[in-house]
Each structure stands twice: as structure tokens, then as C-alpha cells.
């Protein structure tokens, strides 16, 4: 069974550009949410996506938005990136079970310059 | 105002003792707590987890503890490896959340 895909690996922005992200999710997973992986503040949500619909929302700003798909890829965008935008994306999905496991991609390593 | 706290950045054991994690919570309405090992350059991967009805969960090497009173949550790997050197966060789910809120993380070294 195939785990979660995330594309790009490694990508480098400069200020005020923009970014798209992408994560297919493991096969027959309905949810996909993301996290921002930084060395100072750990692992922080984003959001959270399931057939389609955000579900929830963690404290970022409106420059970070995503959607859903009704294959259930997801793509998240990053608008007028900024210097503190740098750092490793990741995406997971989530089967039907509700113990909170989450099933993490590789990441998407974000450097703003 | 951090949910969860890994209050050890980093711990250093030597191969074939115990590692003792630890990780404290602050909300008592979270249902399942979980334990993520990361190496650099990949994705979390799960490693065990415990539900808010237990008090322990075992898994070979690795043993998960919940103190529900004190709001503590504990993972223990009997005997260490090298191998199992890396990032270990914690995670809680639940509240009526769909989100997993996770520590900081603890950096475990594991020398030969």
C-alpha cells in the first residue's frame, strides 16, 4: 500500500513569491491535514481537510490556505512568502479509525531567501 | 500556552539501557495520546499510542504510560538501540478536535 506522497521534496522561494504544495494521501484515506515543521516551534497544525471541507484550522495567518480534492489530494498555498515561511511541510492523512493516527509524508522542504 | 510539553530537549542513554520520555499535557478531555519517531529528512512515523481509558500500552521495546491524575505521559524503550536514536514526539488528539497537538520533541541519542 502506497504512503503519502509529497511533492515537491525541496523547493527554494524567494520574499513575496508564492508556493503550492501537493500531498496524495495513502489510498482509500478521506482526511489530509498539514503541519509546519520548524526547529523553534515543533510541529504546528495547519489544517485539516476531509471530502473536501476544512474541518479545522490552526492559528495561521490567510496568506496559508489549502483544499481538497474529490480524489482526495490536497494542495496547500503559501501567498507572499516570507523570510519565517522556511521550513518542512508536512502533509498526513488519516484512515477511518479514530485513534488519532496520523500517516506523515516525507515533507516539502520550504527555504524562503 | 503550549498543550503539550516535552520538557527535555534532548537525552542521551547508552545502548542496551532503558530511555524514559516524558511529555505533560494540560487538557483532561484529550482521548488518545500518541508517540511519533522522526529522522532528520522524513516524515514522522507512529510508534505506539494509548487510549485516555488505559494506563499502559505495550508494544515489544516499547512501552507507552498514561498518569491521567498528574496528566503525565511516559515512553519507555527497554533495551535502547542505536538505531532508535532520533526525534520522539508526543501527540494528543481529541477535545473535540480532529487535530494532533504535538511537543517540541526530544532529541534521544542512543550511544553504542
Known amino acids: 500500500k502506497a504512503g503519502v506522497t509529497q511533492t515537491p521534496r525541496y523547493l527554494i522561494k524567494t520574499r513575496g513569491q508564492q508556493v503550492t504544495l501537493s500531498c496524495s494521501p495513502i489510498s482509500g484515506h478521506r482526511s489530509v491535514s498539514w503541519y509546519q515543521q520548524t526547529p523553534g516551534q515543533g510541529l504546528q497544525f495547519l489544517f485539516e481537510y476531509f471530502s473536501e471541507t476544512q474541518r479545522n484550522k490552526g492559528n495561521f495567518p490567510g496568506r496559508f490556505s489549502g483544499r481538497q480534492f474529490s480524489n482526495s489530494r490536497s494542495e496547500m498555498n503559501v501567498s507572499t512568502l516570507e523570510l519565517g515561511d522556511s521550513a518542512l511541510y508536512l502533509c498526513a492523512s488519516k484512515g477511518p479509525t479514530n485513534t488519532g493516527e496520523l500517516f506523515f509524508g516525507e515533507g516539502s522542504r520550504l527555504t524562503v531567501l | 500556552d503550549q498543550q503539550v510539553k516535552q520538557n527535555s530537549p534532548s537525552l542521551s542513554v547508552q545502548e542496551g539501557r532503558i530511555s524514559i520520555l516524558n511529555c505533560d499535557y494540560t487538557n483532561s478531555m484529550f482521548d488518545y495520546f500518541l508517540w511519533y519517531k522522526k529522522y532528520p529528512a522524513e516524515g514522522p512515523t507512529f510508534l505506539i499510542s494509548?487510549?485516555?481509558?488505559?494506563d499502559k500500552n505495550e508494544d515489544g521495546r516499547f512501552t507507552v504510560f498514561l498518569n491521567k491524575s498528574a496528566k503525565h505521559l511516559s515512553l519507555h524503550i527497554v533495551p535502547s538501540q542505536p538505531g532508535d536514536s532520533a526525534v520522539y514526539f508526543c501527540a494528543v488528539s481529541g477535545a473535540g478536535s480532529y487535530q494532533l497537538t504535538f511537543g517540541k520533541g526530544t532529541k534521544l541519542s542512543v550511544i553504542p
Open positions: 494509548i487510549s485516555s481509558i488505559k
